[in-house]
């Protein structure tokens, strides 16, 4: 599969659960993101990585906890959410963080936290 | 901080017909870049098309194009000869130098296609 992948595509967990979410590009890009993307609201940035890197924290709750093992790879780590964390995760990838660079997305990852 | 505004939460289209997408944003910034995302019901967010701020001539993309008007921060996208693949969400997102590294989004405008 080409560009940018994740999964799992659906994710359902508890509030006491721990799960995580995966993002991979194949498009060489060094910069990383992950958004989330509720009803009703624009996106919003939750963590970037460049070269592995993390340059930015969003003022994320720390139940979220980013991992960039490499340029390629991106884990969303997941525990004790709460139900108003359920939206749908988009993990992007850039030649770099330069503000021309184009963010390609992945198809997401939609969480259910019940 | 720099607000993109999609004043069109949906929009219907026939198939062949054209349909025009708003968008404004808010910005004190000279150098800056625009662009229009498609999210399909498949959820994947594909690019359609970019504009630099520091290029008068406006983008276009096969059927798609945009109406730049830098002096009216206004940055509409035109979707020609529509085709069903078309209905999706369409986002249009805002960059420059000193936004930090997110892409500011509006909402969104649903673009319905009937045949």
Known sequence: ?????????HLVMGMTNKKSLKCEQHLGHNAMYWYKQSAKKPLELMFV?????????????????????????????????????????????SQEVFFADTQ??????????? | AQTVTQSQPEMSVQEAETVTLSCTYDTSESDYYLFWYKQPPSRQ??????QEAYKQQNATEN????????????FSLKISDSQLGDAAMYFCAYRNSNSG????????????VTP
């Open chain 1, 1 to 9: 599969e080409t560009g940018v992948t994740q999964t799992p595509r």
């Open chain 2, 45 to 50: 967010m594909i690019l359609v098309i970019r």
């Open chain 2, 63 to 74: 059927r798609f194009s945009v109406n730049f008007q830098k002096a009216a921060k206004s």
């Open chain 1, 49 to 93: 990585y460049n070269f592995k890197e993390q340059t930015e924290n969003n003022s994320v709750p720390s139940r979220f906890s980013p991992e960039c093992p490499n340029s390629s790879h991106l884990f969303l780590h997941l525990h004790t959410l709460q139900p108003e964390d359920s939206a749908l995760y988009l993990c992007a990838s």
């Open chain 1, 104 to 114: 390609y997305f992945g198809p997401g990852t939609r969480l259910t936290v019940l």
């Open chain 2, 101 to 112: 590294y997110a892409l500011n989004f509006g909402k969104g405008t649903s673009l319905l």
